[in-house]
T-cell receptor, first 113, second 111 residues
Framework: ETGVTQTPRHLVMGMTNKKSLKCEQHLGHNAMYWYKQSAKKPLELMFVYSLEERVENNSVPSRFSPECPNSSHLFLHLHTLQPEDSALYLC????????????FGPGTRLLVL | GNSVTQMEGPVTLSEEAFLTINCTYTATGYPSLFWYVQYPGEGLQLLLKATKADDKGSNKGFEATYRKETTSFHLEKGSVQVSDSAVYFCALSDRGDKLIFGTGTRLQVFP
């Protein structure tokens, strides 16, 4: 499934930098998600948006700030990250919330120095 | 709470061998169950799913049956190929937004 794209694919940043991750879905879906994938840990759901409104925030630190300007685009703004935030960040979308199948993008591999 | 448990990997097989990756779940209600696959350097791709008890999901030669009595959704393939080498994730979706994933099982297939 190539309907969800993410940029950049790789990112290296210092702890004082500000950067943004971008996700775009071409599937006409109404719900979008950010996940964090760390080594040897289950995928962690970070944020859920439905019809551009944030509906869930799983106790994510404020140094991660999501933005959903429309139903096709989702951003994750990063500032003053820590080395333990290094991970693969995955975006996903689904037709609607609930038990719908989620389709994932290829992810952004983030390294915080 | 809801959870998914997968067998630890890596699973190492020769080409054309039979594959089973075990997955059991704990959930209230009637979740949907999924298998996702992650090839090296890529994101997760949906492999198959089942939405109710006794449903069998199948795709690309892989199968999994939703067993409510044993709360399991084991992944099977009769003859694996080198190209099947990847990490496989079992997941469940309850009536909320969350997909709850297992920790993943790495499969390595050698010629």
């Amino acid at each position: 499934e190539t309907g969800v794209t993410q940029t950049p694919r790789h990112l290296v940043m210092g702890m004082t930098n500000k950067k943004s991750l971008k996700c775009e879905q071409h599937l006409g879906h109404n719900a979008m998600y950010w996940y964090k994938q760390s080594a040897k840990k289950p995928l962690e759901l970070m944020f859920v948006y439905s019809l551009e409104e944030r509906v869930e925030n799983n106790s994510v630190p404020s140094r991660f700030s999501p933005e959903c300007p429309n139903s096709s685009h989702l951003f994750l703004h990063l500032h003053t990250l820590q080395p333990e935030d290094s991970a693969l960040y995955l975006c996903a979308s689904s037709r609607n919330r609930g038990q719908e199948t989620q389709y994932f993008g290829p992810g952004t591999r983030l390294l915080v120095l | 709470g809801n959870s998914v448990t997968q067998m630890e990997g890596p699973v190492t097989l020769s080409e054309e061998a039979f594959l089973t990756i075990n997955c059991t779940y704990t959930a209230t209600g009637y979740p949907s169950l999924f298998w996702y696959v992650q090839y090296p350097g890529e994101g997760l791709q949906l492999l198959l799913k089942a939405t109710k008890a006794d449903d069998k999901g199948s795709n690309k030669g892989f199968e999994a049956t939703y067993r409510k009595e044993t709360t399991s959704f084991h992944l099977e393939k009769g003859s694996v190929q080198v190209s099947d080498s990847a990490v496989y994730f079992c997941a469940l979706s309850d009536r909320g937004d969350k997909l709850i994933f297992g920790t993943g099982t790495r499969l390595q297939v050698f010629p």
